[in-house]
């Protein structure tokens, strides 16, 4: 079994709310996770101080290992000339040298692509050939029945009413390309409210083959909750055996001030 906390959109600065965080401290703790998942936006304007302050967040996580990939709030907006010659200097110092990444952990292979683009958009993102390329020989020598894991910050299906902005340029494209490496599971963020889905809702696919799972998580701790979730705090927790994956979604309770599991759904694993 593999437990992973899925968050989003940390977005540490104005919009940051301290109370929910400690409560997703708490919250992630008591779930004893395997692999903590970070899906893009850790801040609100790339400043120092905002990288400063969620460097030191995330120290406080459980003591397991962690994949987080820049988001498009994680490189600077009106810092003009920063944006274009160096928008992932904070980045680098306070997170990790590296913008894609892959993690091996327990029969699980978690492959991080940042899908960012400063050079070329604003709040939509990006994902290129090369990191197509990078990401299909990180699942290339993945043993038989391990759990592939895509991350990206940005979506792949769209929002009503275009809530979190439109979906990548070429999401189809792209997801017949991580449908031939095998990926089972999608993790994201970026549109602020918890959306789960198949693959084979968007591309088609072989008759029986629903594709793999899509799982978009809402804003762990800011106020920019959108859709059904205005207002709201959610993050996922998803439990992982041979056969299903288990995807249970937590919300801030401000009576309680804590957070509450919401709701469970099960999916079929596609290889076993």
Not at 106 to 121: C, E, F, K, T, Y
Not at 130 to 147: M, N, T
Request: glycine share 8%; net charge positive.
């Amino acid at each position: 079994m593999l437990t992973l906390v899925h968050a989003s959109d940390l977005q540490m600065g104005r919009p940051f709310r301290p109370e929910v965080g400690e409560a997703f401290l708490a919250a992630a703790a008591a779930a004893s996770p395997d692999l903590v998942v970070v899906s893009g936006d850790l801040t609100q304007r790339a400043k120092t101080r905002e990288y400063r302050a969620v460097r030191e967040f995330l120290d406080r996580l459980p003591p397991c290992p962690r994949v987080v990939t820049p988001g498009n709030h994680d490189v600077p907006l009106y810092r003009f000339w920063e944006r274009i010659a160096a928008p992932y200097r904070n980045w680098r110092r306070w997170m990790a040298p590296e913008l894609d990444t892959v993690l091996e952990r327990d029969g699980a292979v978690v492959v991080a692509l940042n899908s960012s683009a400063p050079r070329r958009a604003i709040i939509n993102g990006r994902l290129d050939r090369r990191q197509l390329i990078w990401a299909a020989r990180a699942f290339a020598d993945v043993e038989q029945g391990a759990l592939r894991i895509l991350v990206t910050h940005h979506h792949f299906a769209p929002t009503p009413h275009d809530e979190g902005g439109r979906p990548l340029p070429g999401a189809a494209r792209l997801l017949r390309a991580f449908e031939d490496m095998g990926v089972e599971l999608i993790l994201g963020g970026h549109i602020h409210q918890t959306r789960i889905g198949r693959a084979g809702d968007l591309i088609d696919l072989p008759a029986g083959d629903p594709g793999a799972l899509i799982v978009r998580a809402g804003t762990a701790t800011s106020s920019r909750g959108r859709g059904r979730e205005r207002g709201s705090n959610t993050f996922n927790i998803l439990s992982v055996d041979e056969r299903r994956i288990d995807v249970e979604t937590w919300a801030f309770d401000r009576d309680a001030r804590a957070f509450r599991p919401r709701s469970r759904e099960s999916f079929g694993r596609r290889m076993t």
